[in-house]
């Protein structure tokens, strides 16, 4: 692994841990944001698990990681309709382009995104990331 990728990942393993950990200042959310990414091109595919405050907050969260990770969004944001005030769970697949929603009891909120690869330095999970990586809530 190359010294730029495994300070990447020394990174975002900064931020996985049982209490979400946030960046205290826009370098370090550069830095995060640029982690994350070049995790994310060294990857095959990732699983990205969001718990928001709602569904349409949580699509919106999922839409920005994608964008940033140079994914398309396949999904029309606006269209989401979101009835229910409750916590959301969204779970999607790069590899499948699938996701779905499910009620989310708890209290995080936050995005983890796993990363799958032939390369063990690349597999794992990270985060807890913060909503707003990519854009402000």
Do not use: W
């Not at 550069?30 to 699509?59: H, T």
């Not at 790069?94 to 690349?122: F, M």
Request: glycine share 6%.
């Amino acid at each position: 692994m190359s010294p730029s990728l495994t300070a990447a990942r020394q990174l975002l393993e900064s931020y996985s841990c049982i209490e979400p950990k946030l960046p205290t200042s826009e370098a370090d959310r550069q830095a995060l944001q640029a982690a994350l990414r070049q995790i994310v091109a060294e990857a095959e595919s990732e699983n990205f698990g969001i718990c928001a405050d709602n569904q349409k907050q949580g699509y919106q969260v999922l839409a920005s990681y994608l964008r940033a990770c140079g994914y398309d969004v396949p999904f029309d944001v606006d269209a989401i309709a979101d009835p229910s005030p409750d916590p959301a769970y969204i779970k999607f697949s790069t590899a499948t382009l699938k996701h779905y929603t499910d009620q989310y009891t708890g209290s995080y909120r936050g995005v983890l995104v796993s990363c799958q690869a032939e390369d063990d330095q690349i597999n794992g999970t990270y985060g807890h990331l913060p909503l707003d990586l990519f854009t402000p809530l």
